[in-house]
C-alpha cells in the first residue's frame, strides 16, 4: 500500500515541477479527489448509489472536481488544479492527465453503445485545461487534447487535437512528442494556428495538382475516346 503510493506520487512529481516534496503532493485537490473516488466507486459497485453520491458531494465540496461514482479510472490518474467533471460511463486508463475545467461530458449514445454516454480516454493521455471530450468516443493512447478544444469525433493513437472542433495537427505526434507535454499541446511557432491555415491550403493544392496529374496521364492512354475528334473531322468535311 504504501509503496503504491509512492509510486503514484512520484509519477505526479514527473508531471508537474511544482512540488518540492511527496508530502506537498499530498496536499494537491487532484489526489484528495481520486482517494474520494476510489472510496465512491467501492460503494457504487456495491449498490450503495446513495452513500457513493454523498462521499462524491463532499469531495467536490473539499477539492472542486466532480467525478461521478460510476467512472472508471485507471493507475496513475492525475488532476493538475481542479474544476473538472467526469461522467458516470466516462472510462479513464493508466498514466492519464486532466488539466483544470476539463469536462468529459456526455450525449446522447444514438450512435454509440447502449448506455455509455461518455468517453474512454487510454492510457497516456493528457487533456488541456477547458477542454471538452464530449460522447462516447474513443481518445486513443497518447494522444493530447489542447487547450479549449471541444472534442466530439474518435481520436486516433498519438494524435494532438486542437480547435473547436477539434481536428488533429498537421504534424504528426512522434515527431516532436516527449514523455510528457505540458497541457497536452507544445508551445512552438511551428503550430500556429495562421501557419497550419497556409499548411492546409498547401494540402489542397498539392491534392488537386495531383489529381490534375493522373486526369491528363489518363486522357494520354491508348484508347482513351477523344472527345475532340468529331469536330475536327466535321471541320474536314466543311
Known amino acids: 500500500m504504501v509503496r503504491s503510493l509512492i509510486a503514484y506520487l512520484d509519477s505526479v512529481k514527473s508531471r508537474d515541477p511544482a512540488p518540492r516534496s511527496r508530502a506537498e503532493i499530498l496536499l494537491y485537490p487532484g489526489v484528495w479527489s481520486l482517494a474520494f473516488h476510489r472510496v465512491a466507486h467501492r460503494l457504487y459497485r456495491a449498490n450503495l448509489f446513495f452513500f457513493a453520491r454523498a462521499i462524491n458531494h463532499l469531495a467536490r465540496f473539499l477539492t472542486g472536481n466532480d467525478i461521478h461514482p460510476g467512472a472508471q479510472i485507471g493507475k496513475r490518474f492525475f488532476i493538475?488544479?481542479?474544476?473538472?467533471?467526469?461522467?458516470?460511463t466516462a472510462v479513464i486508463g493508466d498514466d492519464v492527465t486532466l488539466y483544470q475545467n476539463v469536462t468529459l461530458g456526455g450525449t446522447d449514445p444514438a450512435n454509440g453503445i447502449a448506455g455509455k454516454r461518455h468517453p474512454t480516454l487510454q492510457d497516456g493521455v493528457i487533456v488541456g485545461s477547458g477542454a471538452q471530450v464530449l460522447g462516447p468516443i474513443q481518445v486513443g493512447a497518447r494522444a493530447r487534447v489542447g487547450a479549449n478544444a471541444v472534442v466530439t469525433k474518435d481520436v486516433a493513437e498519438g494524435a494532438t487535437m486542437v480547435g473547436i472542433p477539434a481536428r488533429a495537427m498537421l504534424v504528426d505526434v512522434t515527431a516532436y512528442q516527449r514523455d510528457f507535454v505540458p497541457y497536452g499541446t507544445p508551445c512552438s511557432d511551428c503550430?500556429?494556428?495562421?501557419?497550419?491555415?497556409?499548411?492546409?491550403?498547401?494540402?489542397?493544392?498539392?491534392?488537386?495538382?495531383?489529381?490534375?496529374?493522373?486526369?491528363?496521364?489518363?486522357?494520354?492512354?491508348p484508347g482513351f475516346p477523344d472527345d475532340d475528334a468529331p469536330l475536327f473531322r466535321e471541320r474536314g468535311r466543311a
Open 80 to 88: 493538475d488544479h481542479g474544476f473538472t467533471v467526469i461522467g458516470e
Open 191 to 221: 503550430f500556429d494556428p495562421e501557419k497550419q491555415k497556409l499548411e492546409l491550403l498547401q494540402c489542397e493544392v498539392e491534392q488537386l495538382q495531383k489529381r490534375l496529374a493522373e486526369l491528363m496521364a489518363e486522357r494520354q492512354r
